[in-house]
């Protein structure tokens, strides 16, 4: 068993930012690439950041310059810094990993989303 717990979402003002962490637990033999997506209603799921275990990133082009993906890897833990949030950044945040649980088993694991909310 495999969770990806996120945290840190809320209400912020334009302009403001907020730091989301999502810390992955349980039968982990290796953590690849861990991300985070989005998904505003009535909208589909977009890829926002993604890091690999090197450290290597990618952005979507609505956030580069803005948020800052990292990761921990003592701590099984990705983040994802944003700044000068946009009424358009407002979404429910979903952090997602490929994870290994042994020699041959991988596959991607979703979070249960946390809620970023942009409002004056």
């Known amino acids: 068993q495999v969770q990806l717990v996120e945290s840190g979402g809320g209400l912020v003002q334009p302009g403001g930012s907020l730091r989301l962490s999502c810390a992955a637990s349980?039968?982990?033999?290796?953590?690849?690439?861990m991300g985070w997506y989005r998904q505003a209603p009535g909208k589909q799921r977009d890829l926002v950041a993604a890091?690999?275990?090197?450290?290597?990133?990618n952005y979507a082009d609505s956030v580069k310059g803005r948020f800052t993906i990292s990761r921990d890897n003592a701590k099984n833990t990705v983040y994802l810094q944003m700044n000068s949030l946009k009424l358009e950044d407002a979404a429910v945040y979903y952090c997602?990993?490929?994870?290994?649980?042994?020699?041959?088993?991988?596959?991607?694991?979703w979070g249960q989303g946390t809620q970023v909310t942009v409002s004056s």
């Open positions: 997602n990993a490929d994870i290994s649980t042994d020699l041959y088993y991988r596959t991607h694991y």
């Open positions: 890091i690999t275990n090197g450290g290597d990133t």
């Open positions: 349980g039968s982990i033999f290796s953590i690849y690439a």
